[in-house]
């Protein structure tokens, strides 16, 4: 993780920093649009990090995004992004757009020079991530960064989990269960969106959840999946849509078993229709010396087990993570003073800002990015092939950082 007070001074681009504040475009004014809009709104209030300006929200409906960008905080609002960044005065370009979007709008992006924030999957497929990567590789050279928005890691319990895990206080992992459990699709009547087609989701609790998931195992362990097998699952096939009921193409729900490269094994499971689960994101990890829990819904508490103490007395402890001491914490609140879901997308923006000012390279990565998506692309051809084991072709390296 980068240090909580970083000097804000260093390469931006092929432009020196300091010499007018970082201008910022955010593309998508809806569900991430308003939650990294509240974060740039608000990281600068409890963070140091360099100066920037919101300056313009894109939008398709013009009065819509004009509403909204008064609304968040931005300086302007505009209906089409190529012409947005094509401008000068902007540096960080903020994906917020549905994945199908990502490849063309962050290439586009990258080759005019802009940092590019592109919220995750990192698109609908691997031919689209491998472009992304190429192009963040090739920017990455001039000084332009990238970065993924697998905002999880920044809870700071997850953030904690991953440090203890790194420190070796579980010892050697052994096993991951993750599940990400939602069930706003319960209902067979809730209508059509774009999630619910394959040309413009790429698939369903696959890309939109499990890839979370799938991050979580790889980040917390710093381990990279070599093998899957999974089953996807659709018990809604029609939906009503506009013009009459329509094909739903993607997966309700999906399983997976990974093999690590370490030897350690995860099953990952995801549903959009688990009744009653609003937004459990769940991670067990068990080791040779020490075990955590982790929920979601609880972000404030991580759970652990220390396997080293006698056993009269061992049991899984409850950590308030809520500590000047435990990750991101000491720009927030005293103790106990508990953060949110949104917390992490503002730890997020904090952390990018300070990639860019330091000139180093935002984790996670496209190249990251592009490893989950090896994840989602294998589970998915062993789902069609039966549930038969797959490899994954190319093995990535995971940041802890
Ligand atoms: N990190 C998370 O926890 C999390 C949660 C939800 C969604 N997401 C991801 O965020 C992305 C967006 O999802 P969402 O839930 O915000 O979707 P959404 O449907 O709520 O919003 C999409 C936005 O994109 C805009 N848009 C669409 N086409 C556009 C175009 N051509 N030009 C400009 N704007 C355009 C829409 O107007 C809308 O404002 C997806 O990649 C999704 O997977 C991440």
């Known amino acids: 993780m980068t240090s909580p007070q970083s000097p804000a001074a260093g390469p931006l681009g092929s432009r020196p920093l300091g010499t007018r504040p970082l201008g910022v475009a955010a593309i998508g004014y809806a569900f991430m649009g308003q939650a990294h809009s509240n974060a740039w709104r608000t990281v600068a209030n409890h963070f140091d990090v360099p100066n920037f300006e919101q300056k313009v929200l894109v939008g398709r409906d013009a009065v819509a995004v004009a509403a909204a960008a008064k609304k968040y905080g931005w300086s302007e609002s505009a209906t089409d992004w190529r012409e947005v960044i094509a401008r000068d005065d902007i540096d960080i370009v903020d994906i917020c757009a ?62 904690l989990a991953a440090k203890l895990i ?28 774009w ?14 959840i499990a890839s979370h998931a799938i991050d979580q195992v790889q980040y917390l362990l710093g381990d990279t999946v070599t093998e899957v097998s999974g089953k996807l699952h659709t018990f809604t096939t029609e939906r009503p849509g506009p013009d009459g009921p329509e094909p739903v193409t993607v997966d309700d729900a999906a399983w997976a078993t990974l093999s690590m490269a370490s030897g350690a094994m995860a099953s990952v499971d995801v549903s959009r229709v688990a009744l009653g689960q609003k937004n459990a994101l769940r991670v067990e990890v068990y080791g040779t010396t020490g075990s955590i829990t982790f929920n979601l819904e609880n972000p404030n508490e991580l759970y652990f087990l220390n396997g080293t103490e006698p056993i009269e007395v061992q049991g899984f402890r409850r950590i308030l993570v809520t500590e000047p001491e435990h990750p991101y914490i000491s720009g927030w609140w005293p103790q106990g003073h508990v953060l949110g879901w949104e917390h992490s997308f503002t730890h997020q923006i904090r952390d990018f800002l300070l990639n860019i000012s330091t000139g180093t390279d935002p984790s996670p990565s496209f190249e990251e990015g592009y490893g989950v998506q090896q994840v989602l692309a294998a589970i998915e051809t062993s789902s069609a092939a039966g549930g038969s084991t797959v490899a994954i072709p190319q093995i990535i390296t995971i940041s802890k950082d």
């Open 195 to 208: 999630r619910l087609r394959k040309e413009t989701a790429g698939s369903g609790a696959l890309s939109d």
């Open 98 to 159: 549905p994945g199908w979007l990502h490849a063309e709008i962050a290439t586009a992006a990258l080759a005019a020079g802009k940092h590019v924030l592109v919220e995750k999957p990192l698109a609908n497929s691997l031919a689209e991530s491998e472009t992304m990567v190429a192009a963040a590789k090739a920017a990455r050279a001039a000084g332009v960064r990238s970065m993924v928005g697998f905002n999880y890691r920044r809870i700071p319990a997850l953030a």
């Open 166 to 193: 790194a420190e070796g206080e579980l010892g050697s992992i052994r096993q991951v269960r993750a599940s990400y459990l939602q069930d706003w699709l319960a209902d067979s009547e809730s209508p059509m969106t």
